[in-house]
């Protein structure tokens, strides 16, 4: 139906840590999966209170390791340092719309202002590396400056391999429908980004000149959505697959870090489900790894 390098996923904040790329994989051996955005700064300063900082991706295959940042000379010693740690291509983030990132950083989307700073970031991270380079971007900064075009142009120029496009303007951040245009003349490879949910939004994007699709949030609790857009059937033993992504969180972590922040992914795992409105109560008072474990295996009906 659709080639191993075609279905994506995307670099999710928060979310596409080592434990959950790892889940990921299970259900998806060679489908291409980003890591959460890296700051440069942090990266090249190896701080030591960002694990990802130091994560390598040898035994992960097929990753693609994503730097944001507007300092020139760290975005290409930030690349240079995630290609030594194994990772399969480098995306640079050219979309990401908090103010953090995007206002007081001059970084993520900030970058579609300012095509000049792009270009020459494009151009360093390219030099510094010998895998791929992409980026990921929006349609522009807002309705007044849908200028994605001229941007893909420079990527070409700069010797990008590829771009994801996501169909939303920084401006309307996560609100409302992607508006994916058609890109059937563009001179690199473009990735769909946005809404993409299902094989038939894949078939779509396709048609309309996409190379591929990538999946977002469409992924938060659904671990094994890349296998189902390729026509594999919905795994049953959700509970075991929620334990498992605890224990790789706890392993990863530490059970400290770990319980609090996979209170999320618990309340993703079990939407849609019944009495999932008390199940992510009663998680969200667990601060115990065993504690947390029996609530899974009872909501789960695990014995």
């Known amino acids: 139906m659709f080639g191993d390098n075609q279905i994506f996923a995307a670099p999710l904040a928060g979310i596409t840590d080592r ?18 955005m ?6 090249v300063g190896a701080h030591k209170n960002c694990l990802r900082n130091f994560d390598r991706y040898d035994d992960e295959g097929n990753v693609g390791a994503q ?12 690349a240079k340092i995630l290609a030594g740690q194994g990772a399969k291509w480098i995306d640079i983030n050219m979309g990401c719309p908090v103010p953090k990132v995007a206002t007081r950083a001059g970084a993520g989307a900030h970058l579609m202002r300012d095509h000049k700073l792009a270009g020459n970031i494009m151009r360093a991270v390219v030099r510094a590396v010998d895998v791929p380079v992409s980026i990921k971007t929006r349609l522009g900064w807002d309705d007044a400056h849908r200028d994605w075009r001229d941007l893909i142009n420079i990527a070409a120029d700069a010797g990008v391999r590829f771009a994801t496009l996501h169909g939303r303007t920084r401006a309307q951040l996560y609100v409302g429908p992607a508006e994916l245009p058609d890109v059937v003349d563009a001179p690199i490879p473009i990735i769909a980004n946005g809404d993409i949910k299902m094989s038939a939004d894949v078939k779509r994007v396709i048609q309309m000149g996409y190379s591929g699709a990538m999946v977002g949030r469409g992924i938060l609790g659904r671990p094994w959505l890349l296998s189902e857009i390729y026509g594999k059937e919905t795994p049953q033993n959700i509970g075991e697959i929620v334990l498992r992504h605890l224990r790789y969180a706890i392993e990863y972590y530490g059970e400290k870090t770990a319980v609090p922040m996979f209170r999320k992914h618990a309340a993703w795992y079990s939407a849609g489900m ?7 109560i009663n998680v969200n008072g ?11 295996k009872e909501f789960w009906d695990i014995i």
């Open 38 to 43: 890296i700051s440069c700064h942090s990266l």
């Open 286 to 296: 667990i601060t115990d790894a065993d504690a947390l474990e029996v609530a899974i």
């Open 67 to 78: 730097i944001f940042g507007a300092d020139v000379n760290l975005m290409a010693d930030a």
């Open 19 to 36: 434990p959950f790329r790892r889940i990921i994989r299970e259900f998806s051996p060679n489908a291409p999966i980003m890591t959460e």
């Open 274 to 280: 019944p009495h999932s409105s008390e199940f992510r």
